[in-house]
């Protein structure tokens, strides 16, 4: 077991390295860089200027050579500086990664405390009345568009009955527990609204798969309660493929944290990649990218692991 | 169950309950902007939200006022040749001019071998905020900054006309400049760095400076600040919040705090401010012009807006070297065959005023005197025929050779409002038989490469920002076009190329005499107006969205902000 | 190594069972499908939308409206006699508007939909069938797609500059190019889940007689991957393609809001909600009718690949 987790996190790093390779070719195929835009909002400004500046970012040189210089530097821990906020990448990423974390991890334990009983009750009544309210629910959840469902919100919410704050992550002078909560509010309940649909169709899915399995019918048989038997025997199974399930829905997740960030201006991983690749900041689109791929595969392995402690007839070797 | 309910329920309770706390006396203006600034350091990355909120905290030593007159903030008496602080001097020898730059052919030729003296006082009670005394110490450092190629400044065009500064007295300094100009005395983006504090920061290693200036490493010590604001607190991407500086030592503010929110989507931006959490949205980053008629419209019982056109010259720039565009009866006749008043007045309530020049009305070497262009198809059509393009049969015109007259119009992509008037473009160029076909690229490709290095065939539509009486060399000179061979040096993308036009330019840059300079500006802007290197269309404006309790906000209409006056804004409520 | 697991691709496992090709199934399929009515409704509105914007132009013409010219005079107005649904920003009909933005939303979710399916069923195939090492790869590349975080780089990939790539000045200059590069870059990211169904199916598939007697009587490869495993595997792919295409539908719209799909004039769903985002409080109904079009076509396809998956299931 110890053997196939290093294995593994070996491969992640592979992965990671193999992808910042790709990244950071991606980005130089960008064309133009916010350098050309300051000609226009400074007339002061010479073209001459704009070749001084683009050189002293290193633009000038080829994009191996400037690949290699960041390799070289990231492999000892220097992971240099945005450029566009003027601060150390680190210093700029880290409180942002808790935000992201924040607002992901509060989506997914709200979505599945809904998905995981709605997914099991629908599940346990398929055709009824119930299960076609659900299932409409779900498949509504999953066909709203994200942006639009999230304007609404906000015309709703702030600007009509002026409860919760229009944006940001936290006010002035006022950062607190109740204050961080009543930002998350919005991006919280947008988010888990376009995503709990998925959850529960898996469960469901799942479910309904579990159910017809023969120790099902052994069990009532032997006469096990309704409910032990839904939580008890059937979710129990259930939950083996739906944990490999939802680590594939952190990428999901996280694009949709990333619309979620921009419509709300909360300041978290997704906004920061947008605007750093916008920008041409390399230094921190290249660690935010590839610390949101790393999250991505770490909890794949994580899935993996809870899917053999989960399931005892599977061994890794 | 019940109490957890209970629990709930008083949880959602307080965290909705802080939405309802009642306002105290007001003593704190929150700002909403579109843009956080990258940095704060004055000098490094030119951002308009940066000289935003630098007004707040710093002054330069001279810069134009909401009249457009040259003042002085931090220097004490305005430089002129007539009170002697200005002289014309001879150059050093043995110094050289670059090559390729022009002399006005009427002036007297030693000019071209001078320079000038230009000497200023600082205001004598100048302090930072740690209360370091403002001295020309400072003045040196910054100037060594900007001289040094490798720090990172953005600007260096000022810099680099500077042979070299006298120290007269701590307060006291003299600027040798290398040419004779008449904004001798402007030095409006010479802003002071703190020695004390950054010559640390400059260290051995200027390629550094950027990432160590204490502007990004301690934005709120108070040493960097002296104005009548300075940083408390900074929030990278999301707010600034500015507090009283003590040792300001001009007319005392009256708001104590100043929370200014970057909210970078427009409408939440407009929702902030109708929930209340922004109390104003600065015209110079906040809502587009349409936007805010919309606004107003809505809310106009709440909130007054304030309409100022700016120095954003929105244009279309045709491509000379095209047959057809090269020609200027065909730029006359684009012109003539757009509506432009109908176009200001329905896109943009007739808050943005046409341009006949790129000469703004507000600037006082306007003149009306120029040809106008009205709208007139039937001009136009005329104007087409006389240079051999003939209406076809397919309601689209062609020259005697059969090719038509079509060209691509470009401009930025995802721009709203640029988008609208592209399409009114085509369509009224349509109908006097212009085939224009659209294509946008996002503005970093289109400036990047396609304008600047000259790739575009036909017409383009984006604006650049001037400055009031700023001669239009780089644009309009022959020997600014960008080219290959001159490593895409230059703005004048239109290849305009007009020997009457140069030497108007160069004379007037060294014309000291105002009613001289004057009668040539007035000249210029009749050439233009018949030569049209440009299409104008408008001069774009700024809506500045106020709460009514707010008072003495005077934008200016150019790129030095009404918040160098903050210590004027009034609550009153 | 990691077992292959049961998951939400393979878990539809249905159809795999059935005999090859019988009448009867076919008839029963459908029958059972059509009792859903849900998925009949789907399919309908489905159908009647496709109809709808093929017939852009004719409509058009019957209307006697012009989608193209922008009217400065009659911006932003509210449903008339003249304008079914009201007139957008510029002056444009906006039944009109809406129509076309389907026709580029609707095509583009259908090309990449297939083209997705097509490499996927390639891919998996491949993998599934010859197992070993090319399946170790092609899996481990499928894996490093679907790990990476799907918006950014889809963000990444629609900001680059095809020159620097070596495409010729004038495609990159035609007013089609964001079309197809938005179909390109939503496949390139698009075919990892037919591709892992596909392979999931095809390495239990392989065991089976039937793979084995055609083997024996000497059929090559090719042949045994597309004349014998494939058709058993249509089911599942018509399933997940359906599915697929509400997803598509989503990706290109919200690519479009962000600025980098598809540009205008030319209109998408997608972009109509880029451009009535700010007028949202002055128009609000440009706003809704692109989300409420975009919302209607994705639940649909999701219920009708929903019925499809249901009426392929020979357990339920």
């Known amino acids: 077991m110890t053997r196939f987790i290093l294995q593994r996190l070996a491969e992640t790093l592979l992965v990671l390295l193999l992808m910042s390779f790709v990244i950071y070719g991606l980005i130089g195929l960008m064309p133009g860089d916010p350098i050309d835009l300051m000609l226009t909002a400074d007339p002061k400004l010479t073209t001459a200027d704009v070749a001084r500046l683009k050189a002293l970012q290193g633009l000038d040189q080829p994009l191996v050579d400037r690949y290699v210089h960041w390799l070289s530097a990231a492999l000892q821990g220097d992971f240099g500086y945005s450029r566009s906020q003027s601060l150390p990448v680190w210093q700029v990423v880290v409180p942002r990664l808790w935000n992201t974390i924040l607002l992901m991890g509060l989506s997914l334990v709200i979505a599945l405390a809904i998905a995981i009983p709605a997914g099991v009750q629908a599940a346990a009544r398929p055709g009824s009345l119930t299960d076609n309210l659900i299932n409409l629910s779900a498949f509504a959840g999953m066909s709203v568009p994200l942006f639009w469902l999230a304007i609404l919100m906000l015309m709703l919410f702030s600007v009509h009955l002026r409860v919760l704050p229009a944006s940001g992550t936290f006010s002035v002078g006022a950062d607190g527990i109740a204050d961080r909560a009543r930002h998350l509010i919005m ?21 309904t798969e579990a159910l017809r399995q023969d120790f099902i019918r052994t069990a009532q048989a032997k006469g096990v309660s309704r409910g032990r038997l839904l939580y008890g025997h059937a979710l129990r199974n259930a939950m083996i493929p739906f944990v490999t399930v939802l680590a594939l829905e952190f990428g999901t997740l996280f694009s949709g944290a990333l619309i979620v960030e921009q419509i709300f201006a909360y300041l978290g991983m997704g906004k920061t990649i947008y605007d750093a690749v916008a920008g041409n900041d390399y230094n921190l689109a290249m660690v935010s990218l590839l610390l949101s791929t790393a999250v991505v595969l770490l909890s794949n392995l994580a899935a993996d692991l809870a899917y053999a402690w989960l399931d005892p007839r599977i061994t890794y070797r | 169950m019940v109490r957890t309910l209970l629990r709930l329920l008083i949880g959602l309770g307080i965290v909705l309950g802080g939405a309802g706390l009642p306002a105290a006396a007001r003593d704190q203006l929150i700002i909403g902007s579109t843009q956080f600034p990258s940095t704060l350091h004055p000098s490094i990355d030119s951002m308009l939200a940066k000289s935003y909120v630098l007004g707040f905290t710093q002054r330069p030593f001279t810069t134009y006022d909401q009249d457009w007159n040259l003042v002085c903030l931090l220097c004490t008496e305005l430089p002129t ?79 680099r006309r500077i042979i070299k500064i ?121 809502l587009s012009i349409d936007e805010a008629i919309a606004f107003e419209q809505r809310h106009k ?112 992509a995802g721009e709203r409002t640029r988008e609208l008037v592209e399409q009114v473009l085509q369509s009224q160029w349509k109908a006097i038989g212009i085939d224009v076909r659209i294509k946008n690229e996002p503005a970093r490709v289109l400036f990047s490469e396609t304008i600047s290095k000259r790739k575009f065939t036909g017409l383009t539509l984006f604006a650049w ?57 007035h000249k210029l802007q009749a050439a233009y107006a018949e030569d049209l290197p440009d299409l104008p269309l408008y001069f774009r404006a700024q809506a500045f969205i106020m709460p009514k309790w707010l008072r003495g906000v005077r934008p200016t209409g150019h790129q030095y902000q009404s918040t160098l006056w903050a210590e004027q804004w009034r609550i009153q409520e | 190594m990691t077992t292959p697991r049961a998951d939400a691709e393979t878990l539809p496992a249905a159809g795999l069972r059935q005999p090859l090709g019988a009448p009867r199934l076919r008839r029963t399929v459908r029958q059972r499908l059509l009792s859903h009515p849900l998925a009949v409704a789907s399919a309908a509105l489905l159908l009647a939308l496709a109809l709808l914007v093929l017939a852009v132009p004719l409509i058009g013409m019957a209307l006697g409206v012009d989608s193209e010219t922008p009217n400065l005079l009659t911006r932003m107005q509210a449903p008339s006699s003249a304008h079914w649904l009201g007139t957008d920003e510029l002056g444009r009909d906006l039944l009109m508007r809406l129509l076309e933005g389907g026709r580029v939303s609707l095509g583009i979710g259908l090309i990449i939909a297939v083209a997705a399916a097509v490499i996927g069923t390639l891919i998996g195939l491949t993998a599934g069938y010859f197992g070993g090492r090319t399946d170790a790869l092609l899996m481990r590349l499928t894996d490093g797609i679907i790990a990476l975080p799907r918006l950014p780089l889809l963000i990444v990939l629609a900001a680059l500059d095809v020159t620097k790539l070596g495409l010729p000045e004038q495609w990159a200059h ?41 083997l024996a ?35 290109e719209s919200v690519l479009s809001f962000l600025g980098f799909g598809i540009q205008p004039p030319m209109a998408s769903w997608g972009n109509m909600l880029t451009n009535a985002q700010e007028m949202m409080w002055s128009a609000p109904m440009l706003a809704v009718w692109p989300g409420v079009l975009i919302f209607a076509t994705v639940i649909s396809c999701n219920f009708l690949g929903d019925g499809l998956q249901d009426a392929l299931d020979p357990r339920a």
Not at chain 2, 467 to 476: A, D, G, R
Not at chain 2, 483 to 504: F, H, K, V
Not at chain 3, 228 to 245: D, E, K, R, Y
Request: glycine share 8%; aromatic share 8%.
């Open chain 1, 187 to 207: 991006p919280v309940l947008s988010l888990t609204l376009v995503t709990v649909g998925a959850h529960l169709r898996y469960v469901r899915s799942a479910m």
């Open chain 2, 81 to 159: 040749i007539e009170n002697g602080k200005a002289k014309i001097e001879d150059l050093p020898p043995g110094f050289k001019r670059d090559a390729g730059t022009t002399f006005c052919k009427s002036a007297d030729p030693t000019l071209a071998t001078k320079g000038m003296a230009v000497t200023y006082t600082i205001q004598p009670n100048a302090t930072w905020g740690d209360g370091t005394p403002i001295t020309t110490e400072d003045v040196m450092f910054t100037y060594e900054v900007g001289k040094n190629e490798k720090s990172g400044i953005t600007n260096s065009e000022l810099y």
């Open chain 2, 166 to 286: 006298d120290v007269l007295d701590k307060k006291t300094f003299t600027i040798h400049s290398d040419r004779v100009d008449f904004g001798y005395n402007g030095i409006n983006d010479f802003l002071l760095l703190p020695a004390h504090l950054e010559r640390a920061a400059l260290g051995d290693d200027p390629a550094q400076y950027r990432n160590r200036t204490l502007y990004s490493t301690d934005p709120t010590n108070p040493g960097l600040w002296f104005g009548p604001y300075r940083v408390a607190s900074i929030e990278p991407g999301s707010q600034i919040v500015l507090e009283e500086n003590p040792t300001w030592w001009g007319e005392k503010p009256q708001i104590k705090r100043i929370i200014i929110k970057t909210i970078e989507n427009t409408s939440a931006l407009e929702a902030n401010l109708l929930s209340g959490s922004i109390d104003y949205i600065a015209g110079e980053s906040g």
């Open chain 2, 301 to 412: 019982d709440a909130y007054d807006v304030l309409y100022k056109p700016v120095l954003f010259f929105e244009h279309i720039t045709p491509n000379h070297d095209n047959p057809a565009l090269g020609d200027k009866r065909v730029r006359q006749a684009l012109l003539y065959a757009l509506d432009r008043e109908v176009l200001t007045q329905q896109l943009f309530g007739g808050h943005q005023p046409v341009a006949d020049t790129d000469v703004s009305p507000l600037d006082w070497i306007h003149t009306d005197d120029v040809k106008k262009y009205r709208y007139d198809p039937a001009q136009a059509a005329a104007l087409l025929d006389a240079a051999g393009w003939t209406l076809g049969g397919d309601g689209l015109r062609h020259d005697a050779g059969g090719r038509p007259l079509a060209f691509e119009l470009m401009t930025t």
């Open chain 2, 465 to 521: 920002l001037t400055s009031p009486e700023n001669v239009p060399h780089t644009t309009l000179h022959s020997t600014m076009v960008p080219t290959e061979a001159n490593g895409w040096a230059g703005q004048n993308y239109a290849d305009y190329r007009s020997p009457e036009m140069d030497d108007l330019m160069d004379c007037i840059e060294i014309e000291l005499d105002r009613g001289k300079r004057e009668q040539m500006w």
């Open chain 3, 174 to 214: 035609s007013p089609l190019l964001g079309f197809w590069r938005i179909a390109v870059i939503i496949t390139l990211v698009g075919w990892t889940t037919v591709a892992r169904l596909v392979r999931g199916a095809t390495l239990s598939l392989r065991e089976r007689e039937f793979v084995r007697a055609a």
């Open chain 3, 217 to 251: 009587l000497g059929a090559r490869p090719a042949r045994i991957m597309f004349v014998h495993i494939l058709p058993n595997l249509a089911g599942p792919i018509i399933v997940a393609t359906t599915l697929s295409v509400g997803n598509i539908i989503l990706a």
